[in-house]
């Protein structure tokens, strides 16, 4: 208290700070999902282009999600007869004919189911960024076997929602399931801009998915890997990291995929192959001349019923529907973990709730090119299966594995959580004076907090001197011009704690003794 506005005789009380500021860490586990949403509205208030935190599934279906119908994502497929067995994508017999299973690409899109694996894997707290709701489908399915590329899916509506994150420095991760149904060009392009937004704001990391991940060649699969590494550029690599490959899941069920989404809806051509006239099924026959009397749901059940063929197709359809992209998944996986001990846990050697299969099964000699590659340094991470286990992921890796630095992605992690907590606490410190005692303020503070993560875990060292070291001041992070500027310099020095990614057990044999 200044004494000198005391004019009035009287006691005067004067309360002291006796506790410095305290630093509050920053959420470490908040995606930003990018992509399509069946619509974007709610209360008549539109929601295209607008990034929006939801905290549950709920909320997601009551904003992006029509609210009178049961289903919100309507793939559509064909059966293509072949001329002999198909040597790429799915397929099913009928009789003694081949027919290949392929949608049509304008209907595809991840985003709606990848956001049910989120909160099915224990997400928590997110962004959507809508860019537009589904486009118009194209009538006619694509050729067996080839990618698939959604002309609906466009880069600039994708670089548009990734633009409009700059504003939002919360989100911590940044992903874009249906990035893998633009052409391989555009899909680098739009990897390449999210790279170097993460790099520019120092916030928030990508997770990719690779283009044929989905449908992998069992031997050429290499290929897709090497397009991957060569469209993914070389800036701000320690800010991404890429699993491998799609994972089958359990989103969708049975009731999410009836004869509504064969053939376009022409039932013509389903009776055609359920109900041919070499091998007539009146039943199937009765029933899709009557669909107006009865439900969907009672038709679906009663083709089920009266055709196998019909149920097996349903089936394949239902597993090719479910080929998900994983980044959804990880990122549940990484609020688990973040949420359990903290983002210095590596999210790896744990399963991804909801996947039921794999496109391909990784060996170790396959995974070594993955994991490890000489001249681009760029790693991969695995999704594998292991028996007795399931499935795991099985890697913990940025983008930049030839760097010491950043070649793990919970140290990236941990480091962006821990330069995002200290910049928000020392905006208290913005205008105040640039002397010892601010200094020493400062130290204290930033100390605290990194003494506490060190309790928990998140730096090594056998004392808090060994974890982390700080340092403010003139002489030693400072020089006088800097403080006539109005800098004012910390210097801090952690040793996070790396995963044990290789574990050598070494065995001798020794003489018995007596």
Known sequence: M????????????????????????????????????????????????????????????????????DKQYNPEYY????????????????RADYYSIVPDPNTIYYLYNSIKLFYENGGGDAYIVSVGSYGAPSGKPMKPGSQIINPNVQLGDLKKGLALLKNEEEPTMYICPEATLLPVAANGTLMGEMLLQNAEMGTAISIFDIIGGRNPDPIMYTNDIETFRNNTGTNGLNFGTAYYPFIGTTIMQNTDIDYTNLFGGDT????????????????????????????????QAALINSS??????????????????????????????????????????????????????LSDSQQENLNVDAVSGKSINAIRFFNGLGILIWGARTLDGNSL???????????????????????????????ANTWKGVIAMISSFLTGIWKEGGLQGASAADAFSIQCGLGSTMTPEDILEGFMKVTVKVAVVHPAEFIVLTFEQQMAKS
């Not at 399509?36 to 929006?52: I, L």
């Open 268 to 299: 013509k051509q389903l009776e055609a192959l359920l109900s041919p006239a070499d091998a007539p099924n009146p039943n199937v026959s009765k029933i899709l001349e009557n669909l107006d009397a009865l439900t969907v749901s009672q038709n």
């Open 308 to 361: 196998k063929v019909y149920a097996l197709m349903i089936k394949h359809i239902l597993s090719d529907a479910n080929m998900l992209p994983p980044s959804a998944g990880i990122a549940g996986v990484i609020t688990v973990k973040d949420n359990e001990v903290g983002p210095w846990q590596a999210p790896a050697n744990t399963s991804i709730l909801g996947a039921a299969s794999l496109p391909i099964r």
């Open 2 to 69: 200044n004494s000198e506005k005391i004019k009035t005789p009287g006691i005067y009380i004067n309360e002291v700070s006796a506790f410095g500021n305290a630093i509050v860490p920053v959420a470490t586990a908040v995606p930003a999902f990018i992509g399509y949403t069946p619509q974007a509205s709610y209360e008549g208030k539109s929601y295209v282009n607008v990034p929006q935190k939801i905290t549950s599934l709920d909320q997601f279906q009551a904003i992006y999600c029509y609210p009178d119908k």
């Open 405 to 435: 630095d950043w070649r793990y992605l919970p140290v990236r992690r941990t480091v962006t959580f821990l330069e995002q907590s200290c910049k928000l606490a020392t905006h208290a410190y913005v205008f105040e004076p640039n002397d």
């Open 79 to 94: 059966l293509i007869k072949q001329k002999s067995l198909p040597e790429q994508g799915d397929y099913m017999q009928v």
